[in-house]
């Protein structure tokens, strides 16, 4: 007997997609790594693959778990990049705790969230600190959007680790936060030591990462799972004062860490040297430039002369 038509139709679409898809997934992935990108050890475990088929590395020596391969761009456009995000009054009251954290050391003059997307943080963060300005860098222009808006008051499209805007940022904030973006940054290190040279000396670095050690429930896991202890050893290998110890927020982020740090008066000179590129970068991934590398004019999107 033949098939329905709509079967068909079904089989015919779904043979499509997966012949497109077939083509289409060596595009969709970097070289495969061999060592960790955390230690640079050869001992690595291969987790079972998640749901959507992406597997990650567990380094047997330092626990740093990563995905490898990693996705291009386009990967991760395919592949969705961070979770759902929560509705937005459970992402504010988040926010209010995260900012609260601050609280004991006084109003800050200057703030810079580093993944800032929309800059929904600065804006409930601004509820107690009416007096901070904030600044926002983000791998999208979603950031500009948030300074059309108001939400900060420079705007930075890229990554905090291009040299270039590093040094145009070097030394001007109280407050630098980093909340849940450093694991999906490309060199999660990289970007910690550039968090660092662009806070003033003794000021203050406020992290939240995905905790490894917690499952992963919705969308692909992140390209880096820093555990807690690693974290807080590279702080202190930079001269950093770790203020409150690895400690989970409650819901509905309860799958990540935080922690506080203070700057060292004086950085040492790990964190002096220019950041290097990131490790074994495949010929095809563009590089991470910033569109604007300096202040972005009101309604312009353009950088100031
Ligand atoms: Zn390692």
Do not use: I, K
């Not at 969705?80 to 050391?105: K, M, N, Q, Y």
């Not at 630098?176 to 060199?187: G, I, K, M, Q, Y």
């Not at 203050?204 to 905790?211: G, V």
């Not at 220019?274 to 991934?285: K, S």
Request: net charge positive; with cysteine; glycine share 6%.
């Amino acid at each position: 007997m033949p098939a329905p038509l709509t079967r068909l139709a079904t089989d015919r679409r779904r043979s499509a997609y997966l012949a497109r898809f077939a083509l289409d997934t060596g595009r969709f992935f970097e070289p495969r790594r061999t060592d960790c990108p955390w230690c640079a050890s050869p001992r690595l475990h291969t987790r079972p693959p998640s749901r959507a088929g992406l597997t990650s590395d567990e380094c047997r020596d330092c626990g740093h778990l990563f995905q490898n391969p990693r996705l291009t761009p386009e990967g991760l456009a395919f592949y969705g990049h961070h979770p759902a995000a929560p509705h937005p009054a459970t992402a504010r009251h988040h926010h209010r705790s995260a900012a609260r954290a601050l609280l004991p050391f006084g109003e800050p003059e200057s703030w810079l969230d580093v993944g800032t997307g929309d800059a929904r943080f600065p804006a409930a963060a601004r509820e107690f600190f009416p007096y901070t300005a904030f600044d926002g860098t983000d791998p999208t222009p979603r950031v500009l959007q948030a300074r059309a808006a108001e939400r900060v008051e420079e705007a930075y499209v890229g990554a905090l680790a291009t040299p270039a805007l590093t040094a145009h940022l070097r030394a001007r904030y109280d407050v630098v936060s980093v909340l849940r973006h450093l694991e999906h940054t490309a060199d999660p290190r990289a970007e910690l030591r550039a968090a660092l040279t662009v806070l003033r000396p003794g000021g203050h670095l406020l992290l939240e990462l995905a905790d490894p050690a917690a499952p992963f429930r919705t969308g692909p896991p992140p390209p880096h799972l820093l555990p807690a202890p690693n974290l807080r050893a590279e702080l202190r290998a930079q001269g950093c004062e770790v203020l409150t110890a690895a400690r989970r927020p409650r819901a509905p982020f309860p799958a990540s860490y935080r922690v506080l740090a203070r700057r060292p008066l004086v950085l040492t000179r790990a964190a002096r040297r220019p950041v290097p590129p990131p490790p074994a970068p495949p010929a095809h991934t563009p590089a991470r430039t910033p569109r604007s590398t300096g202040p972005v004019r009101p309604g312009t999107g353009d950088p100031t002369p």
